[in-house]
């Protein structure tokens, strides 16, 4: 959100679509032993990584608010880590109740990624309403990549919901089907 991306948040768009694509149809038991390694994964990445992107998040953060930090960043915190460990869980069980609700058909799930989101605001107030705050008001403003990227969230969450609603792809049938028998007409040989 600070200018030097072509989408806002892409972290959380990538995570969205790799949650709703590694979850689907995979069992509770499967999704917790396979998402407690994916998590530690990325924890031990962002670790090693976090030396390296820490001064250019702040220099982004100062050129985008005007704001000028000062002091020495505080490196990788356990609270840190656990703040970090436990807002990419609240994403990834809201994409996954999510995508429970549409197979269900039903959205009585969605009560839990709304205590889980309760619960992050509580703990790290600044998250939602900051940047909400930002991108609207970039929306507001005609800037194109904030445009971009709320015109990307609905085209996601379609593409998303076809690949779960057609894995693979619509049939065509009856009245709908071309001729020869394919949905898409005759194949070719070659």
């Known amino acids: 959100m600070a200018g030097n991306s072509c989408l806002y948040l892409p972290g959380f768009f990538a995570t969205a679509a790799f949650t709703w694509l590694w979850s689907l149809r995979r069992s509770p038991r499967t999704l917790v032993a396979e998402g407690a390694v994916l998590i530690a994964c990325a924890a031990v990445v962002a670790g090693v990584l976090a030396p390296f992107g820490t001064s250019r998040a702040i220099l982004s953060l100062q050129s985008a608010t005007g704001l000028e930090v000062s002091g020495t960043p505080p ?20 994409v996954m109740c999510a995508q429970l609700s549409l ?29 909400t705050h930002q991108w609207v008001t970039d929306v507001a403003r005609g800037h194109p990549v904030a445009i971009f990227s709320a015109l990307a969230i609905p ?36």
């Open 75 to 94: 490196g990788f915190t356990a609270a840190g880590t656990a703040l970090a460990v436990y807002t990419i869980l609240t994403w990834d069980v809201g």
């Open 155 to 190: 085209a996601l969450a379609t593409a998303l919901v076809l690949v779960t609603r057609f894995p693979r792809g619509p049939r065509l049938t009856g009245r709908n089907q071309m001729p020869g028998g394919h949905p898409c007409g005759p194949i070719p040989m070659r």
């Open 103 to 131: 197979l269900r058909r039903s959205i009585s799930l969605m009560w839990v990624p709304v205590v889980m989101n309760l619960v992050l605001a509580r703990v790290r107030p600044w998250t939602v309403g900051d940047f």
